[in-house]
Every structure is written in C-alpha cells, then in structure tokens.
C-alpha cells in the first residue's frame, strides 16, 4: 500500500480549530480562548467530580452492533459494572455506546464524556449522566482523571492517541500506575510488536512492557483490574453538597 501525504481531501477545519491552532492571536483572543478552556474544565469537573470509581473504556465509534468487538465490549463494562465500577466512555457509537449499554443494562452507573464533532459523534442513549466539550485535549483530562484502569477495545487513531496518552502519563508518573487492558489481541498483535522493538531498540525499557495486558477474555480483564485496584488503591465516592448544585449521579445533568 504506497501512503500519500497532504491535507485530508474530505476534512474540513471548523473556525474553533482554525482560531486556536492557528498560530499567535491578540492578547484579548489568546486571552478569551484561555477562559474558555478554563470553563470548559470547570463545567467537566462539576459533572464527574462524583461519579467514581470509574473505569475508562476507548475504542472505535465506527463498530455496530452485529459486529463481535461490541458485544465484547459491552459484555466486559457489564461485568466490570458488577464489580462496583462506574462505566466511563467519550459518550458517542460504536464501542462507547457498548460499553455504557453493557452497564446500563446490568444496573450499573454509566457516564459519558463527548466532543463537538461534525461527524460520528453523538450521544449514545446507554447514560446515566454525560457532559459534551469543545476541546479533545480537555475531554481527555476528564476521561484519565477520574478512572482508575483502562479498557482499550480495537480502535483508529483516536484511540491510538488515548492509549500511547494514557500509557505516556503512566510511564513518566504524571498519573499512577493504573492498569490498561488491550481487548483483542489479533487487533493489537502488530502494536505489541512495535513495542518488544521499541525496547529492542532502547527507545523504552524492559518494565515499560508490563504497563500493559493483552488479553480477549473479558473474565481477565475484570480479574486483572480488580486485584490491581483491590492492591494498590483506596476506592471511595465522594457525595454532592445540594446546596452548591450539586446532584447525585442518577439525576440528569
């Protein structure tokens, strides 16, 4: 397969991406988009601050419901909802949708965090609670913040981005070293080969491999999380003050 380079013919820039990323601004526009992206945060951390212990599922919004990727996906956030966990997704199809479907329906908390996109994403009716933001850079913060493990299921790039993020946090200790669990090990074969190459090369050490637990058994996963989590944290829910507005998961944002 030859790969071109050159601009997405298909995609356009929205004027928001165009204005932020587009070099210097005046004092008063870089001033304004500073703001914004403070209340952006303001407005995600009162929608999550009391939804844990959540666990994070990634994966594509591109997969259906016939397909095999999201009944697994929605079979393992079931048993990890089971289990106690709140479900935390980016809110949208596919995956995403699986998953908080697969906690919703076993009677467990299930939370979306979505994106402002022209395409592909919209809100998957499987929620209790979801907040939607401009920003991908804040929208990540939310989803890592409040978890403490991941599920990765077969995803595009977005994923990809999550998952090297997420792993970039855990490895240079900005984020404790919270289990991330790859679900389908032929769809992740040729990344688990880039990294045994990575440390052949030097670029990550040896212990950087055990960041991670491949694995299609979605039994394995929650068994893997759970001891993590069981042995190395204090797990706790932190209660809403009504009197600051704040509201119990179970009531609608």
Same mark, same amino acid.
């Given at each position: ?9 298909? /995609? ?6 165009? $204005?932020?990323? *587009? %070099? @210097? ?8 988009? !500073? ?44 048993? /990890? ?6 479900? $935390?997704?980016? *809110? %949208? @199809? ?8 697969? !906690? ?150």
């Amino acid at each position: 397969m030859t790969l071109q380079s050159g601009a997405y013919p298909e /995609l356009e820039l929205s004027s928001k991406n165009d $204005l932020y990323l *587009g %070099g @210097p601004r005046t004092r008063w526009q870089e001033l304004w988009f !500073a703001w914004d992206v403070f209340r952006e945060f303001i407005k995600g951390f009162r929608a999550l601050h009391f939804i844990g212990p959540c666990i994070t599922v990634f994966g594509s919004a591109r997969f259906k419901e016939e397909h095999k990727h999201y009944q697994t996906a929605r079979d393992t956030a079931g048993k /990890l909802s089971k289990a106690g966990f709140t479900i $935390l997704t980016g *809110g %949208g @199809p596919g995956i995403m949708e699986a998953a908080n479907r697969g !906690a919703y329906e076993t009677g467990g908390l299930s939370v979306g965090c979505n994106i402002v996109l022209p395409h592909e994403q919209s809100e998957n009716p499987y929620m209790h609670r979801w907040v939607t933001m401009k920003y991908f850079f804040v929208r990540k913060v939310l989803l890592v913040k409040y978890s403490y493990g991941f599920i990765v299921m077969p995803g595009g790039m977005g994923t990809m981005d999550e998952l090297f993020e997420t792993l970039t946090l855990i490895q240079t200790g900005v984020i404790r070293n919270f289990p991330v669990v790859l679900m389908g090990s032929e769809y992740y074969s040729h990344i688990m080969q880039m990294l045994e190459r990575m440390q052949q090369e030097g670029t990550i050490s040896p212990k950087d491999m055990y960041l991670l637990k491949v694995t299609d058994d979605p039994d394995e996963a929650l068994h893997h999380i759970q001891h993590y989590v069981k042995e190395n944290y204090t797990v706790r829910r932190l209660r809403p003050r009504r009197w600051l507005g704040e509201k119990p998961l179970r009531q609608a944002s």
